[in-house]
């Protein structure tokens, strides 16, 4: 048999020494360290046309989708999946804060124990077993107090049968009722020293709050940036159309005037070039706004708009460009009271001065006060042992007092010491970032006032240009410039007006910034959010 066991041994040791899935990887080495080509023949396309339909691809629009700010704001907040994963937060931190509050919860406890001992004693003639049966249940109340220490009530009942001639009651009953307290006095001892759990757990839960509310305020402020970016984007395309459109014109105004022998046929081909230098701004409009649709769909996450589909998102909120005058400190105070990071720090902050007097309380040594009173009874019935148990004739009271005190505690003192520049380190976090506040308040608002200055000169310009490019029209009519000169202008209008609307999208998307910078949102729809439990 043993040879059989041998053999069957150093089979399996072969079997595993000759294995070697231990030594290859787990991912193959081609997956890892070989770089394939990228070859893009097989998706040539077949031959293009001279002059690309882009005009008609811009005119020609999918399936549209139009949303306000509101919707696009809730479908955000419905459908953002770091948001989702977010609310679990408050709702796990709560019940942690329930199960710490119920760390002073009573429990009640019984023991049942059956004995049979069958002892050999030494009597004058022999050696003869002493034999005793014993059952023995107990049942009672414990009882955590929130100064420390522990309350205990206990009902015990024995019965005991010997073959003892000298017992008197045989069986006996016995029935004993005690009542017990041990309250520390120093190291653990008082309300704040346990409730130190519950109450770190508490500030977990507003800070788990506090972080939920600042990312539904981060969800709602990238979908407004966004929304407006998108709101740009079809200005952006719109005006470079118009471009295309106004240099067409220019075109048939050249022709007819070449066809009157007014102008050369010079003129005819600068207008020709003008239109198939237009031709590329649409373009690139165009590529812009299908990136900035692809940023919103990302953002709301609605189902049917995913990134990939053709549906068009058209935006119909309208900016409403007001100038504002803020009062700086005021602003600046509002921010210090309503950002949530700088709530967060002050719950850090708290829970630093609660651990560090926690802490303290535990380097103290440990001194015990233990007092316990029993009543006892005794019959040969069990009735009997419960009717002397009843009349108290028989008490037993004890007072102790336990102390242990560490030589050195070293330890105790490290843990303390580290706790206070904890609290020094979280004092410092909030000073620095209630600086990185302000600093933020006072950038919003010097941007914000920077772009409305942005948005008058903007329009100003975008008129004086208008009116320069008619009087450059009018000017080839008589055939004082050329259509160089014409197409210049224009386009030097088409940028003007660009810049108008990025000035007017800029300005909306710094009050979005103040808004986010002094921890409230834009605009007068409230929002409310839940946990998910």
Same mark, same amino acid.
């Given at each position: 048999?043993?040879?059989?066991?041998?053999?069957?041994?150093?089979? #399996?040791?072969?079997?595993?020494?000759?294995?070697?899935?231990?030594?290859?990887?787990?991912?193959?080495?081609?997956?890892?360290?070989?770089?394939?080509?990228?070859?893009?023949?097989?998706?040539?396309?077949?031959?293009?046309?001279?002059?690309?339909?882009?005009?008609?691809?811009?005119?020609?629009?999918?399936?549209?989708?139009?949303?306000?700010?509101?919707?696009?704001?809730?479908?955000?907040?419905?459908?953002?999946?770091?948001?989702?994963?977010?609310? /679990?937060?408050?709702?796990?931190?709560?019940?942690?804060?329930?199960?710490?509050?119920?760390?002073?919860?009573?429990?009640?406890?019984?023991?049942?124990?059956?004995?049979?001992?069958?002892?050999?004693?030494?009597?004058?003639?022999?050696?003869?077993?002493?034999?005793?049966?014993?059952?023995?249940?107990?049942?009672?109340?414990?009882?955590?107090?929130?100064?420390?220490?522990?309350?205990?009530?206990?009902?015990?009942?024995?019965?005991?049968?010997?073959?003892?001639?000298?017992?008197?009651?045989?069986?006996? /009953?016995?029935?004993?009722?005690?009542?017990?307290?041990?309250?520390?006095?120093?190291?653990?001892?008082?309300?704040?020293?346990?409730?130190?759990?519950?109450?770190?757990?508490?500030?977990?839960?507003? %800070?788990?709050?506090?972080?939920?509310?600042?990312?539904?305020?981060?969800?709602?402020?990238?979908?407004?940036?966004?929304?407006?970016?998108?709101?740009?984007?079809?200005?952006?395309?719109?005006?470079?159309?118009?471009? /295309?459109?106004?240099?067409?014109?220019?075109?048939?105004?050249?022709?007819?005037?070449?066809?009157?022998?007014?102008?050369?046929?010079?003129?005819?081909?600068?207008?020709?070039?003008?239109?198939?230098?237009?031709?590329?701004?649409?373009?690139?409009? #165009?590529?812009?706004?299908?990136?900035?649709?692809?940023?919103?769909?990302?953002?709301?996450?609605?189902?049917?708009?995913?990134?990939?589909?053709?549906?068009?998102?058209?935006?119909?909120?309208?900016?409403?460009?007001v100038h504002y005058t803020f009062d700086s400190p005021e602003l600046v105070k509002k921010a210090i009271d309503n950002?949530?990071?700088?709530?967060?720090?002050?719950l850090r902050l708290a829970q630093a001065d609660k651990t560090l007097y926690y802490l303290r309380n535990q380097a103290?040594?440990?001194?015990?006060?233990?007092?316990?009173?029993?009543?006892?009874?005794?019959?040969?019935?069990?009735?009997?042992? /419960?009717?002397?148990?009843?009349?108290?004739?028989?008490?037993?009271?004890?007072?102790?007092?336990?102390?242990?005190?560490?030589?050195?505690?070293?330890?105790?003192?490290?843990?303390?010491?580290?706790?206070?520049?904890?609290?020094?380190?979280?004092?410092?976090?909030?000073?620095?970032?209630?600086?990185?506040?302000?600093?933020?308040?006072?950038?919003?608002?010097?941007?914000?006032?920077?772009?409305?200055?942005?948005?008058?000169?903007?329009?100003?310009?975008?008129?004086?240009?208008?009116?320069?490019?008619?009087? #450059?029209?009018?000017?080839?009519? %008589?055939?004082?410039?050329?259509?160089?000169?014409?197409?210049?202008?224009?386009?030097n209008f088409a940028n003007a007006q660009s810049t108008e609307i990025n000035a007017l999208t800029e300005y909306q998307?710094?009050?979005?910034?103040?808004?986010?910078?002094?921890?409230?949102?834009?605009?007068?729809?409230?929002?409310?959010?839940?946990?998910?439990?």
């Amino acid at each position: 048999m043993k040879r059989w066991i041998c053999i069957a041994v150093l089979t #399996e040791a072969f079997i595993l020494g000759c294995d070697g899935s231990l030594d290859r990887p787990i991912i193959p080495h081609e997956k890892l360290q070989n770089i394939e080509m990228f070859n893009p023949e097989p998706y040539r396309s077949p031959e293009q046309p001279q002059e690309p339909n882009v005009l008609e691809q811009a005119k020609v629009s999918p399936q549209k989708v139009y949303l306000n700010l509101a919707e696009t704001r809730a479908m955000a907040l419905r459908n953002n999946l770091e948001l989702k994963v977010q609310l /679990y937060a408050p709702g796990i931190a709560e019940e942690s804060y329930n199960a710490e509050r119920a760390k002073f919860e009573s429990a009640f406890f019984t023991n049942v124990n059956f004995g049979k001992t069958d002892q050999p004693v030494a009597t004058l003639l022999d050696i003869q077993g002493s034999q005793f049966e014993s059952a023995r249940t107990n049942l009672g109340v414990e009882m955590p107090l929130q100064t420390g220490g522990t309350l205990t009530f206990e009902l015990a009942d024995s019965r005991f049968k010997t073959d003892s001639q000298f017992s008197i009651f045989n069986p006996s /009953y016995e029935s004993d009722f005690s009542m017990s307290i041990s309250q520390p006095l120093l190291r653990g001892a008082g309300l704040e020293a346990n409730r130190y759990s519950i109450r770190i757990a508490q500030y977990d839960l507003a %800070i788990a709050d506090a972080q939920t509310r600042l990312e539904v305020i981060s969800v709602i402020a990238a979908a407004d940036r966004v929304y407006w970016r998108l709101y740009a984007a079809y200005k952006q395309l719109d005006v470079r159309i118009q471009q /295309y459109e106004l240099a067409r014109v220019q075109l048939e105004r050249a022709r007819r005037f070449v066809r009157a022998g007014q102008n050369a046929l010079i003129e005819v081909t600068r207008a020709e070039a003008g239109l198939a230098s237009s031709l590329e701004s649409i373009i690139i409009a #165009e590529n812009n706004l299908r990136d900035r649709q692809r940023e919103l769909k990302l953002a709301i996450q609605e189902t049917g708009l995913e990134a990939a589909g053709t549906t068009a998102i058209m935006p119909t909120t309208e900016p409403n460009p007001v100038h504002y005058t803020f009062d700086s400190p005021e602003l600046v105070k509002k921010a210090i009271d309503n950002r949530m990071e700088m709530l967060e720090l002050e719950l850090r902050l708290a829970q630093a001065d609660k651990t560090l007097y926690y802490l303290r309380n535990q380097a103290l040594p440990l001194v015990n006060l233990q007092y316990t009173y029993n009543v006892n009874g005794l019959g040969p019935t069990r009735s009997d042992a /419960y009717d002397l148990l009843g009349e108290r004739n028989f008490e037993d009271q004890m007072l102790g007092v336990q102390v242990l005190v560490p030589l050195g505690n070293e330890a105790a003192k490290s843990r303390v010491r580290e706790a206070f520049l904890q609290r020094r380190q979280a004092l410092a976090s909030k000073e620095n970032r209630q600086a990185l506040v302000e600093i933020e308040v006072l950038n919003a608002l010097d941007q914000l006032e920077t772009n409305w200055q942005r948005i008058l000169a903007a329009r100003q310009s975008a008129l004086l240009e208008e009116r320069l490019y008619q009087a #450059e029209i009018r000017q080839f009519e %008589i055939g004082m410039r050329t259509s160089t000169d014409v197409l210049e202008a224009q386009s030097n209008f088409a940028n003007a007006q660009s810049t108008e609307i990025n000035a007017l999208t800029e300005y909306q998307i710094s009050l979005v910034d103040l808004a986010y910078a002094t921890g409230t949102l834009l605009g007068s729809a409230d929002v409310e959010w839940a946990p998910i439990k």
